[in-house]
């Protein structure tokens, strides 16, 4: 089955430890992104790539990284800059490129990151 | 104040009555309305979409846009306790933010038996 494959779905972290989060897709997607989900908040959109080796900043990037060097991975790593890391992080893909709809966005089941 | 104001719930009904869910927002340039379906500790699914004003039904499903007001809703009928959820209300502006989508905090919804 095609899908968005996040990995762990529980994580850990002591302050001041960099956490890389794990996204793997075989739907063939070019574009990716990453949303953080925090009670009461919504999803707000940290990082996205709309192709292979480029990526751009979303609303609330600011200590957070990634990369794309494979069309099927787009890792997010939480760096000890980010002040307020426990949430819920979720990676996504859209179908543009084979007629999906503008805004329809196919998801994983998310990792669960804790700062203790 | 925040682009989307969705209203978190929670939102407890008997199974069977209709689920009533909607969302305000302030950017007029907004024209791709979603909701999504999330269930416990789960990622979101799209479950219905709707360009620009009007209604859009689908099964049990009706959503409704009303770009004058900028208020969108979801409707549930016949409600079954699948459909115990948290929704979220999604907009986007156009294919310029294709997946670049403003988020109201979701509604959770328990349908009880």
């Known amino acids: 089955d095609g899908g968005i494959t996040q990995s762990p779905k529980y994580l850990f972290r002591k302050e001041g430890q960099n956490v890389t989060l794990s996204c793997e897709q075989n739907?063939?997607?070019?574009?990716m992104y990453w949303y953080r989900q925090d009670p009461g908040q919504g999803l707000r959109l940290i990082y996205y790539s709309q192709i292979v080796n480029d990526f751009q900043k979303g609303d609330i990037a600011e200590g957070y990284s990634v990369s794309r060097e494979k069309k099927e991975s787009f890792p997010l790593t939480v760096t000890s800059a980010q002040k307020n890391p426990t949430a819920f992080y979720l990676c996504?893909?859209?179908?543009?490129?084979?007629?999906?709809?503008?805004?329809?966005?196919?998801f994983g089941e998310g990792s669960r990151l804790t700062v203790l | 104040q925040k682009e989307v104001e969705q209203d978190p719930g929670p939102l407890s009904v008997p199974e069977g009555a209709i689920v009533s869910l909607n969302c305000t927002y302030s950017n007029s340039a907004f024209q791709y309305f979603m909701w999504y379906r999330q269930y416990s500790r789960k990622g979101p699914e799209l479950l219905m979409y709707t360009y620009s004003s009007g209604n859009k039904e689908d099964g049990r499903f009706t959503a409704q846009v009303d770009k004058s007001s900028k208020y969108i809703s979801l409707f549930i009928r016949d409600s079954q306790p699948s459909d115990s959820a948290t929704y979220l209300c999604?907009?986007?502006?156009?294919?310029?933010?294709?997946?670049?989508?403003?988020f109201g905090a979701g509604t959770q919804v328990v349908v009880t038996p």
């Open positions: 739907l063939n997607h070019d574009a």
């Open positions: 996504a893909s859209d179908n543009r490129e084979t007629g999906g709809l503008a805004g329809e966005l196919f």
């Open positions: 999604a907009m986007s502006r156009g294919t310029d933010s294709w997946g670049k989508l403003q």
